[in-house]
């Protein structure tokens, strides 16, 4: 009997490697699962291009969107002209982040292309409100378009190859989205998809309006945010999934005296595959405009996809998106223009990642296209991980 109980005396080896092990694979597990976090960002510069910039024969303006292609290096930035300078198009751009800093000239334009419609003709001159852009693990983009309201153009959101500018598919558009004849239903004008982003996984794609359906609530105002809504897509299966309330902070107008006020929700950028993502607040207040980055987690809140109406329902029933301010623009010593377009950029050289954010200068000769860069620190999973086991870590 004393023999037997021995035996089973394991080495202390034994039961730490065990331990080891099981710490690994509960590490592991977290990893393929784990929320990215961002707890820092600092901007590094920025870039403008110069006004009035002709590029093989388009002029270079509008650039609403932006998406980064990490295997080439490049970035692509989707212009809203609809079709009044030149034809519906996405520029091709470097942008040199090599010295850990952006810089003026650090922005070169390398290509343009022309985006062809369902029958493989240039867009026509309105039919297009080209807004959000966001790349693919194909070679391809889909893109976002406002549309408009006063001509019955309607929103769409569609798939184009990045080497010849075709159509490849068309998402579907629930018909809440859709304005009707009598006014009563759909986007407003100039406030639809602007934002566009895809999961790194490339299974999600979201979308969202950049102020209220109009029958969910009022446009943003002076001091009153607007009731968006965030879209999700199965790109599986190409078809709408879930909808998500998102809030629009109040801004208040800083010396109005043009009496003039804009406010609403330009683009988010999905940070994992979890449903959190970055998004940019931008506001013209009069005096500039104001931009504000939240943290967004989409955990928790309620699918909205069966709810017709925001007003038809008890809306403070409803739980909206989770949003966390991460960085108000206006603390930075730079002079801000209409950033409307945010994306993920190179590694820098301490291998930190960057953030990419881009201005829409309306070809206006009073604005300009403004490039701004920021180093993003992101806490390792393995940080998150022991903090999750160990309080005060």
Same mark, same amino acid.
């Given at each position: 009997?004393?023999? *037997?109980?021995?035996? =089973?005396?394991?080495?202390?080896?034994?039961?730490?490697?065990?331990?080891?092990?099981?710490?690994?694979?509960?590490? =592991?597990?977290?990893?393929?699962?784990?929320?990215?976090?961002?707890?820092?960002?600092?901007?590094?510069?920025? %870039?403008?291009?110069?006004?009035?910039?002709?590029?093989?024969?388009?002029?270079?303006?509008?650039?609403?969107?932006?998406?980064? !292609?990490?295997?080439?290096?490049?970035?692509?930035?989707?212009? !809203?002209?609809?079709?009044? &300078?030149? $034809?519906?198009?996405?520029?091709?751009?470097?942008?040199?982040?090599?010295?850990?800093?952006?810089?003026? @000239?650090?922005?070169?334009?390398?290509?343009?292309?022309?985006?062809?419609?369902?029958?493989?003709?240039?867009?026509?001159?309105?039919?297009?409100?080209?807004?959000?852009?966001?790349?693919? &693990?194909?070679?391809?983009?889909? *893109?976002?378009?406002?549309?408009?309201?006063?001509?019955?153009?309607?929103?769409?959101?569609?798939?184009?190859?990045?080497?010849? @500018?075709?159509?490849?598919?068309?998402?579907?558009?629930?018909?809440?989205?859709?304005?009707?004849?009598?006014?009563?239903?759909?986007?407003? $004008?100039? =406030?639809?998809?602007?934002?566009?982003?895809?999961?790194?996984?490339?299974? #999600?794609?979201?979308?969202?309006?950049?102020?209220?359906?109009?029958?969910?609530?009022?446009?943003?105002?002076? $001091?009153?945010?607007?009731?968006?809504?965030?879209?999700?897509?199965?790109?599986?299966?190409?078809?709408?999934?879930?909808?998500?309330?998102?809030?629009?902070?109040?801004?208040?107008?800083? /010396?109005?005296?043009?009496?003039?006020?804009?406010?609403?929700?330009?683009?988010?950028?999905?940070? !994992?595959?979890?449903? #959190?993502?970055?998004?940019?607040?931008?506001?013209?207040? @009069?005096?500039?405009?104001?931009?504000?980055?939240?943290?967004?987690?989409?955990?928790?809140?309620?699918?909205?996809?069966?709810? &017709?109406?925001?007003?038809?329902?008890?809306?403070?029933?409803?739980?909206?998106?989770?949003? &966390? =301010?991460?960085?108000?623009?206006?603390?930075?010593?730079? %002079?801000?223009?209409?950033?409307?377009?945010?994306?993920? @950029?190179?590694?820098?050289?301490?291998?930190?990642?960057?953030?990419? /954010?881009?201005?829409?200068?309306?070809?206006?000769?009073?604005?300009?296209?403004?490039?701004? %860069?920021?180093?993003?620190?992101?806490? %390792?999973?393995?940080?998150?991980?022991?903090?999750?086991?160990?309080?005060?870590?």
């Amino acid at each position: 009997m004393k023999l *037997i109980k021995k035996n =089973l005396k394991f080495p202390k080896i034994i039961y730490l490697g065990i331990f080891i092990i099981v710490i690994i694979s509960l590490f =592991l597990i977290n990893l393929s699962t784990s929320a990215v976090e961002i707890s820092g960002i600092e901007f590094i510069g920025q %870039a403008t291009l110069p006004k009035g910039l002709s590029f093989q024969k388009t002029e270079v303006g509008g650039l609403s969107g932006i998406t980064y !292609d990490a295997r080439n290096d490049l970035y692509y930035a989707i212009s !809203d002209d609809r079709g009044q &300078k030149a $034809n519906a198009r996405f520029y091709t751009l470097k942008i040199d982040l090599s010295k850990g800093s952006l810089r003026n @000239g650090g922005v070169v334009l390398v290509g343009v292309t022309t985006l062809l419609n369902d029958n493989s003709q240039t867009f026509t001159a309105g039919s297009s409100d080209t807004e959000g852009i966001t790349l693919t &693990k194909k070679d391809t983009v889909f *893109i976002s378009s406002e549309g408009d309201v006063g001509q019955s153009v309607n929103p769409f959101i569609k798939e184009f190859s990045l080497a010849s @500018g075709r159509v490849i598919t068309t998402l579907p558009i629930p018909n809440k989205f859709l304005p009707n004849q009598n006014g009563q239903q759909g986007v407003r $004008n100039n =406030l639809a998809f602007e934002s566009l982003t895809i999961t790194p996984d490339n299974k #999600h794609l979201f979308t969202a309006t950049e102020n209220a359906l109009i029958q969910d609530g009022l446009a943003a105002k002076a $001091n009153l945010g607007s009731p968006c809504r965030i879209l999700q897509y199965n790109l599986l299966t190409n078809q709408p999934e879930k909808e998500f309330l998102y809030q629009t902070e109040p801004v208040a107008p800083l /010396l109005n005296l043009t009496g003039r006020f804009a406010s609403g929700l330009p683009d988010l950028l999905a940070l !994992d595959n979890l449903g #959190h993502l970055l998004s940019i607040e931008r506001s013209f207040t @009069g005096l500039g405009f104001a931009v504000s980055l939240f943290q967004v987690s989409l955990e928790g809140s309620d699918d909205i996809q069966d709810i &017709k109406s925001l007003l038809a329902v008890d809306f403070q029933n409803i739980k909206p998106v989770k949003k &966390k =301010l991460l960085l108000n623009l206006r603390t930075l010593d730079v %002079a801000l223009d209409n950033i409307e377009g945010l994306t993920f @950029g190179s590694k820098l050289p301490n291998g930190q990642r960057s953030l990419i /954010l881009i201005s829409d200068d309306n070809f206006n000769s009073l604005q300009r296209t403004q490039i701004l %860069a920021f180093k993003l620190q992101i806490e %390792a999973p393995i940080i998150k991980f022991l903090r999750s086991l160990i309080p005060h870590f």
